[in-house]
C-alpha cells in the first residue's frame, strides 16, 4: 500500500460523484464557525453559507470543504452535538439544491463523519489523521468515500508551542508512511496533506513548500492548504485579508511542484493560477 511504485489514481469516486484528477483541482473552504483565523462568522445563516457555496461553485471548484470547529490556536472546544447541530442545517440544504456537488467533511469525529455521509457528503478531511478516533478510517473505508489525512505535530491548542523537528519533510513522509500502515484494507482513496501551519514555524512551511515534490514519492494525491495563513502574515507583516496575493504566488509554486488539490478561501483565483499554469504544460 506504501510502496513508493505505487501510481496514482486519475480519478476518485466521491459517493458517486467523480473528481477528475487528471489535472489540479480546487477546494473551496467554507467556515460555519464563529472563530476561523480568517473568515470566522462570516457566514452565520444557512442563507449566507447556500450564497458563499453557489459563489465557489460559479467559480470554478470542484470541492466544498465544510468545517464547523475552528482548529485555529487557542480557539474554543465545540462538543459533537455543537459540531453536529452547526454542520446539519448547511449540509441538507447544499444537497437539496447542488445534489451534484462533491463535499468534504472537516472533521476527526466518527459521528460527525456518519451524519455526514448519511447527508451525501462524498469525502472525509482529518486533520488527525485517525490518530484521534481510528475507525474513522474504518468508516472511510466502507462508505468507499475518499479520506484527507494531514500531519499535525501536537493538537491545535498546543501544536505552535516550539515545534521542532530534525528534518521535517522526511519526518513528515515518515508520519505519512506509519499512518498509511494503519489503513484498513478497504480504504484506496487516500489523499494526502503535510499541514502547513499546523505544527510548524514560519522556517517549516516554507522548507515543506520547496521540497513539495518530495511528497509524491508515497503515491497518493497531496492537497496543498496555503490561504491566508500566517506563514504569509508573518513573512509580509500583513492580516490574513490582505494575504490574497502572496497565496495566489504560494498556490502557484504548490501547482508547480506537484500539487493535486489547492483548498482555499479564494476559488476564483486559485482557479486561474491552474489554469495558468495547465497552459505551461
Same mark, same amino acid.
Given at each position: 500500500?506504501?510502496?513508493?511504485?505505487?501510481?496514482?489514481?486519475?480519478?476518485?469516486?466521491?459517493?458517486?460523484?467523480?473528481?477528475?484528477?487528471?489535472?489540479?483541482?480546487?477546494?473551496?473552504?467554507?467556515?460555519?464557525?464563529?472563530?476561523?483565523? *480568517?473568515?470566522?462568522?462570516?457566514?452565520?445563516?444557512?442563507?449566507?453559507?447556500?450564497?458563499?457555496?453557489?459563489?465557489?461553485?460559479?467559480?470554478?471548484?470542484?470541492?466544498?470543504?465544510?468545517?464547523?470547529?475552528?482548529?485555529?490556536?487557542?480557539?474554543?472546544?465545540?462538543?459533537?452535538?455543537?459540531? =453536529?447541530?452547526?454542520?446539519?442545517?448547511?449540509?441538507?440544504?447544499?444537497?437539496? *439544491?447542488?445534489?451534484?456537488?462533491?463535499?468534504?467533511?472537516?472533521?476527526?469525529?466518527?459521528?460527525?463523519?456518519?451524519?455526514? =455521509?448519511?447527508?451525501?457528503?462524498?469525502?472525509?478531511?482529518?486533520?488527525?489523521?485517525?490518530?484521534?478516533?481510528?475507525?474513522?478510517?474504518?468508516?472511510?473505508?466502507?462508505?468507499?468515500?475518499? *479520506? =484527507?489525512?494531514?500531519?499535525?505535530?501536537?493538537?491545535?491548542?498546543?501544536?505552535?508551542? #516550539?515545534?521542532?523537528?530534525?528534518?521535517?519533510?522526511?519526518?513528515? =513522509?515518515?508520519?505519512?508512511?506509519?499512518?498509511?500502515? #494503519?489503513?484498513?484494507?478497504?480504504?484506496?482513496?487516500?489523499?494526502?496533506?503535510?499541514?502547513?501551519?499546523?505544527?510548524?514555524?514560519?522556517?517549516?512551511?516554507?522548507?515543506?513548500?520547496?521540497?513539495?515534490? #518530495?511528497?509524491?514519492?508515497?503515491?497518493?494525491?497531496?492537497?496543498?492548504?496555503?490561504?491566508?495563513?500566517?506563514?504569509?502574515?508573518?513573512?509580509?507583516?500583513?492580516?490574513?485579508?490582505?494575504?490574497?496575493?502572496?497565496?495566489?504566488?504560494?498556490?502557484?509554486?504548490?501547482?508547480?511542484?506537484?500539487?493535486?488539490?489547492?483548498?482555499?478561501?479564494?476559488?476564483?483565483?486559485?482557479?486561474?493560477?491552474?489554469?495558468?499554469?495547465?497552459?505551461?504544460?
Amino acid at each position: 500500500m506504501t510502496s513508493d511504485v505505487r501510481r496514482k489514481p486519475a480519478f476518485l469516486n466521491c459517493a458517486g460523484r467523480i473528481l477528475d484528477l487528471g489535472k489540479p483541482v480546487v477546494m473551496g473552504i467554507l467556515n460555519v464557525t464563529p472563530d476561523s483565523f *480568517y473568515d470566522g462568522g462570516s457566514y452565520p445563516t444557512v442563507a449566507d453559507q447556500l450564497k458563499k457555496v453557489e459563489k465557489m461553485l460559479q467559480e470554478g471548484a470542484s470541492i466544498i470543504d465544510i468545517g464547523a470547529v475552528s482548529t485555529r490556536p487557542g480557539s474554543k472546544p465545540v462538543d459533537i452535538m455543537g459540531e =453536529i447541530n452547526r454542520l446539519l442545517p448547511v449540509l441538507s440544504v447544499i444537497t437539496k *439544491y447542488f445534489p451534484s456537488c462533491i463535499i468534504s467533511v472537516d472533521t476527526f469525529r466518527l459521528e460527525v463523519a456518519m451524519m455526514a =455521509i448519511d447527508q451525501g457528503v462524498g469525502m472525509i478531511n482529518d486533520i488527525y489523521a485517525g490518530r484521534f478516533d481510528p475507525a474513522i478510517m474504518d468508516f472511510a473505508a466502507s462508505s468507499k468515500v475518499p *479520506y =484527507i489525512m494531514m500531519h499535525m505535530q501536537g493538537t491545535p491548542v498546543n501544536m505552535q508551542a #516550539e515545534p521542532h523537528y530534525s528534518d521535517i519533510v522526511a519526518e513528515i =513522509i515518515v508520519f505519512f508512511r506509519e499512518r498509511l500502515k #494503519e489503513i484498513p484494507g478497504g480504504l484506496s482513496q487516500v489523499i494526502i496533506d503535510p499541514g502547513f501551519g499546523f505544527g510548524k514555524t514560519v522556517d517549516h512551511n516554507y522548507e515543506i513548500l520547496r521540497r513539495f515534490t #518530495e511528497f509524491q514519492q508515497l503515491g497518493y494525491p497531496v492537497m496543498a492548504g496555503l490561504s491566508r495563513k500566517s506563514m504569509i502574515n508573518k513573512a509580509l507583516h500583513i492580516k490574513p485579508q490582505e494575504a490574497l496575493n502572496a497565496t495566489t504566488v504560494l498556490n502557484t509554486v504548490a501547482l508547480l511542484k506537484g500539487a493535486d488539490i489547492l483548498r482555499v478561501h479564494d476559488v476564483k483565483e486559485a482557479v486561474e493560477a491552474v489554469k495558468l499554469v495547465e497552459m505551461l504544460n
